[in-house]
């Protein structure tokens, strides 16, 4: 049964760095994609960016600079970090196998 | 950025009823490899999306056969054959074909 799981903090000053993690079971890294898609408070979905089976990224022009996702394969983890939060950056984030299977999300709110 | 435009933003409907919703793709979404990545998924109220088409008219594993989705290259729809209760929810279609992944606006399926 595959199964994702998001953690990280709640809260993020402005201008700081979020650390996320998206910890796997029921799949191998090494042969599924993982992508983080994010959805601020009552509007539609984002996609950020993905790790590939074979450890190659993609990610979404517009967080490009700001964004980087990677992976520990003997953990079955995939992390995201993104630096320079704003406010706009409030919202929940999820990660998902393929985007066929999708974790429950964190919330993540930008705020001093 | 391909742009996904869904139609209509909100659809009202009784139990039994059958309904449809419209995704037109600002570009071709038919890939060189001869597929046509353009799936469709429900998030109901406080959960994750789930997938329910993939590749235009693949039903998702689990999925009940009264949902169905058509179409080709630019235009796109998702068929509810007899709404019932639980389809209640924001329903997104989605493209992979080209980078960055991008998703509709959505639209919201509100139970009469």
């Known amino acids: 049964q595959v199964q994702l799981k998001e953690s990280g903090p709640g809260l993020v000053q402005p201008s700081q760095t979020l650390s996320l993690t998206c910890t796997v079971s029921?799949?191998?890294?090494?042969?599924?994609?993982v992508h983080w898609v994010r959805q601020p408070p009552g509007k539609g979905l984002e996609w950020m960016g993905g790790?590939?089976?074979?450890?190659?990224?993609d990610y979404n022009s517009a967080l490009k600079s700001r964004l980087s996702i990677s992976r520990d394969t003997s953990k079955s983890q995939v992390f995201l970090k993104m630096n320079s939060l704003q406010t706009d950056d409030t919202a929940i984030y999820f990660c998902?196998?393929?985007?066929?299977?999708w974790g429950q999300g964190a919330s993540v709110t930008v705020s001093s | 950025d391909v742009v996904l435009t869904q139609t209509p933003p909100t659809l009202s409907a009784t139990i039994g009823q059958s309904v449809s919703i419209s995704c037109r793709s600002s570009?071709?979404?038919?890939?060189?490899?001869?597929?046509?990545?353009l799936n469709w998924l429900l998030q109901r109220p406080g959960q994750s999306p789930q997938l329910l088409i993939y590749?235009?008219?693949n039903l998702e594993s689990g999925v009940p056969n009264r949902f169905s989705g058509s179409g080709s290259e630019t235009d796109f729809t998702l068929k509810i054959s007899g709404v019932e209760a639980e389809d209640l929810g924001v329903y997104y279609c989605?493209?992979?074909?080209?980078?960055?992944?991008?998703f509709g606006s959505g639209t919201k399926l509100e139970i009469k």
């Open positions: 998902t196998e393929g985007l066929d299977a």
């Open positions: 029921g799949f191998s890294l090494t042969s599924n994609s």
């Open positions: 790790i590939w089976g074979d450890g190659s990224t």
């Open positions: 570009q071709s979404l038919l890939d060189s490899d001869g597929d046509t990545y």
């Open positions: 590749s235009v008219s």
């Open positions: 989605m493209q992979a074909t080209h980078a960055p992944l991008t």
